[in-house]
């Protein structure tokens, strides 16, 4: 098939995009804005490959995006191209409307236009917004907290009112936690393992009781090109990795498999609105024949392995624009923070 993945020079979108290429056989175009967590060292094995076109620019681009699905005659769309991370969406909230609904908008109006086969919007599980006890189900409402999750929301229920009024046929699917290689270094996982390696200090948000649902990046694309060719339009699917762990687990596990002592755990001020839990029931997803593979411990393990071997890769990402970001958002927090040992008592 002939698929336009959009941000597929990001973090989750390059994984996608090498396994559709290399391991399904299908042809991608790839459209990406290249914006600050876009790395174009994320497509090396496979930037010159037959069936990869890689295209710079942006889903809101109108004119592009009618010229690539007409040049190109794109069978499919999988979006996921987005603002993504919580904190800068605290920071420049308007960013993520501009990308996460606007941006979806102009793509899937192009798409719907264009009368493709299919469009599968990737959304997040943080679209059901805090989820104190059980699991979020695809009917429940959604009540999302943060500028981030909103602007998702916006995306996702706009691309299903395209079933509802066009019976165009979209898909969306709500991932959880998303780890692995690649992974842009603002995120939890990949700050605190090469801050670690660093031997600098891991700064855990309020008590680190808050729980995530952590799910391996192949196992996020292999459940997402699933419902691209399985699901039912019209249909949302929860993907989850049925692993879930507090904060301060998962910043102990870093620690110890990189040999670290726990004492670089800082305990800093929360994020405003902090979520406490996330927790997706794929029970759906599991019935239409999905279910992830990689066991957290063993990715975990993988994950931190993989960061120790291409050091080249985030220390570059980390000398640029990240620096500047990092000072905003953690220099205060840093200073008033306290081990995390000490709050424990
Ligand atoms: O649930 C799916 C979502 O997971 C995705 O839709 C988002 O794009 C992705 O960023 C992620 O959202 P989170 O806010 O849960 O991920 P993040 O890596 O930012 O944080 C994970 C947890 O760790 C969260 O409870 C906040 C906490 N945290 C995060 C950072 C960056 C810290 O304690 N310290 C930190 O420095």
């Known amino acids: 098939m002939r698929i336009l993945v959009t941000g597929g020079a990001g973090f989750i979108g390059s994984h996608l995009v090498r396994r559709l ?30 069936r990869h076109t890689f295209v710079h620019g942006d889903i809101g681009d109108q ?11 794109i069978e499919g769309v999988i979006n996921a191209a987005a603002e993504t991370h ?35 919007q990737v959304s997040t599980d943080e679209v059901y917004g805090n989820v104190e006890t059980g699991m979020s189900t695809e009917t429940d409402c959604l009540a999302p907290r943060s500028p981030y999750s909103a602007s998702k ?7 299903l009112s395209y079933w509802t009024t066009y019976r165009f046929r979209v898909m969306v699917t709500r991932g959880s936690n998303t780890y692995g290689p690649n992974q842009y270094p603002e995120k939890f996982v990949p700050l605190f393992v090469t801050n670690a390696i660093d031997e600098q200090p891991l700064p855990l948000y309020g008590d680190g ?55 670089l755990i800082r305990s800093v001020q929360d994020r405003l609105g902090h979520d406490r839990r996330y927790a997706v029931d794929c029970s759906k997803l599991r019935r239409l024949g999905w279910s992830p593979v990689v066991p957290f411990e063993e990715g975990l393990c993988a994950t931190v392995q993989w960061y120790q ?37």
Do not use: M
């Open 63 to 73: 004119p592009l995006i009618e010229h690539l699905l007409r040049e190109h005659r």
């Open 309 to 345: 071997k291409h050091e080249d890769w985030w220390r570059t990402i980390k000398s640029g624009e990240f620096r500047q970001y990092y000072e905003q958002q953690y220099r205060q927090r840093l200073q008033e923070g306290v081990t995390e040992t000490r709050v424990k008592g």
């Open 209 to 263: 009781r808050q729980r995530r649902d952590w799910l391996a990046v192949e196992d996020h694309c292999s459940a997402i090109e699933h419902v691209f060719f399985q699901g039912e339009p019209g249909q949302i699917y929860n993907i989850g990795g049925g692993n879930e762990w507090e904060n301060i687990a998962v910043a102990e596990q870093i620690v110890r498999h990189l040999g670290k002592s726990r004492d």
């Open 86 to 120: 919580v904190d800068r969406s605290i920071l420049d909230p308007g960013a993520f409307a501009r990308t996460d609904v606007v941006g979806t908008g102009v793509l899937i109006e192009e798409a719907r236009r264009a009368g493709l086969q299919r469009f599968l």
């Open 153 to 159: 929301a916006g995306g996702d229920l706009l691309a």
């Open 21 to 50: 290429v290399l391991e399904s056989g299908h042809e991608v175009v790839n459209l990406d804005a290249l914006k600050y967590s876009g790395n174009l060292s994320n497509l090396k094995t496979i930037e010159a490959h037959a």
